[in-house]
């Protein structure tokens, strides 16, 4: 098409209004129409589109619904709203494309710090973090949460020329950052912070508690083990939820024994992570910890008994994720949703088809996330269902999803 060629996207729209009532556009007016929406930043407008390119049944043309995808979430990077930021940052940190690095740089000047940290985590991602000069003064953030997202990003790169920083950053904070700090440290080759880092596992502070239980299971050395089957008894809930979750992240069979422990905590939260940190393990003896957290009075465990037995392979649990995914708490189903994620039983795609349909937004949320993380058959449809919701952020998680499943599809078919 040749005005769409010479950059006269307006051009091409008017040539496909301008037809007579009656008139079908060919489908090379039509595809030319739709990447010139996306072109004008007009996601919503190319998607009204789509359907007379691929009807009467004809299959999904996999790069326009790609592209169409992509720009629903990169129109609203700057949104007046700061969820849908934040959601449109997510969506792109989970993409972990390396041609969005000038958005990525962009969003770590945004005015929300949960917007810079997400962008600072995305940058990351793309595994450009070392080509990004943005990231790197991004260390003098003024928020603890970006300064420490940007660690992360960098730490994991290997950006040899933050040692001086991080070292400072080591001394002189008494918070988590610093154990953050050590933990990039150590990526750079400085074992020796480890010792400090296992030290600060039983330190005054239960931030600091957290943040250094969190780093041992990120960084699974064997040494840490002791450290981390200790923590599930800190007098804090909250660290020894932590430290039931870097046992899972661990992954080491050594963790079975502190998280059979951990799934009889008094706290709910403790006995939720750590039925997922067993799940996350993989090991089939432990299906018979698990099973009595079905029947736990706080709804939470139980979605989280259904999501460990579902990974450890137990079809029969989908009964139960039914059950939670009618609940009258709209965090419950939302809950329920995430969990399906971890399902390869194709009946689970029903509940999420009806999660992703729910009346409140927040299943509805949850369930687009889960189906870009699920390896079922037949995410591409309930997907598209997404990018037509009333609901701003579900449109995005749903684009995210969508750009994600149908990147592995184009992996698996030129892998063949």
Do not use: C
């Not at 943040?211 to 800190?234: E, F, K, T």
């Not at 809950?335 to 509805?364: F, K, V």
């Not at 952020?393 to 684009?399: C, E, F, N, Q, Y």
Request: glycine share 8%.
């Amino acid at each position: 098409m040749t005005r769409y060629q010479a950059g006269e996207y307006d051009g091409v729209l008017q040539l496909l209004q301008s037809l007579p009532a009656g008139q079908e556009p060919g489908r090379e007016l039509v595809r030319y129409a739709i990447l010139s929406d996306l072109k004008l930043g007009k996601p919503e407008a190319a998607w009204k589109l789509y359907p007379a390119l691929v009807a009467p049944n004809r299959p999904d043309e996999v790069g326009v619904l790609r592209e169409l995808a992509r720009s629903f979430i990169i129109t609203r990077v700057r949104d007046s709203q700061e969820h849908i930021r934040i959601a449109a940052y997510t969506a792109l940190a989970e993409m972990g494309e390396s041609d969005t690095l000038p958005i990525l740089e962009d969003g770590l000047l945004d005015s929300s710090a949960l917007v810079r940290a997400r962008a600072g985590e995305a940058i990351g991602r793309s595994g450009l973090a070392g080509q990004s000069s943005a990231l790197k003064r991004a260390l003098r953030d003024e928020a603890p949460g970006v300064r420490i997202a940007v660690i992360n990003a960098l730490g994991d790169a290997k950006v040899s020329a933050i040692t001086d920083q991080l070292t400072e950053i080591a001394r002189v904070d008494e918070g988590p950052e610093s154990i953050f700090a050590l933990a990039g440290l150590y990526k750079l080759g400085r074992t020796d912070v480890l010792t400090d880092i296992t030290n600060a596992a039983t330190l005054p502070d239960p931030e600091v508690r957290m943040a250094a239980v969190g780093i041992l299971g990120r960084l699974r050395r064997p040494s840490s083990i002791s450290a981390l089957s200790q923590a599930v008894y800190d007098p804090h809930p909250a660290v020894r939820a932590f430290a039931a979750g870097a046992l899972g992240e661990f992954g080491s069979a050594d963790g079975i024994a502190p998280l059979t422990h951990s799934v009889g905590d008094e706290n709910p939260r403790v006995r939720a992570v750590a039925a997922s940190s067993l799940g996350r393990l993989g090991a089939a003896e432990t299906r018979s910890v698990i099973q009595p957290l079905l029947r736990d009075p706080d709804e939470h465990v139980r979605i989280s008994a259904v999501e460990a037995l579902l990974r450890l392979g137990d079809a029969s649990v989908i009964l139960n994720a039914a059950d939670l995914a009618r609940h009258p708490d709209p965090s419950i189903r939302g809950g329920t949703a995430q969990a399906l994620a971890a399902a390869t039983t194709p009946n689970a795609m029903t509940i999420l088809e009806s999660l992703i349909r729910d009346q409140q937004p927040l299943p509805r949320l949850m369930a687009a996330r889960a189906l870009g993380k699920s390896r079922l058959p037949g995410l591409v449809v309930p997907l598209k269902t997404g990018l037509q919701d009333t609901d701003a952020a579900v449109r995005i998680a749903s684009a995210g999803s969508l750009y994600q499943v149908l990147s592995r599809k184009d992996k698996q078919g030129s892998a063949r």
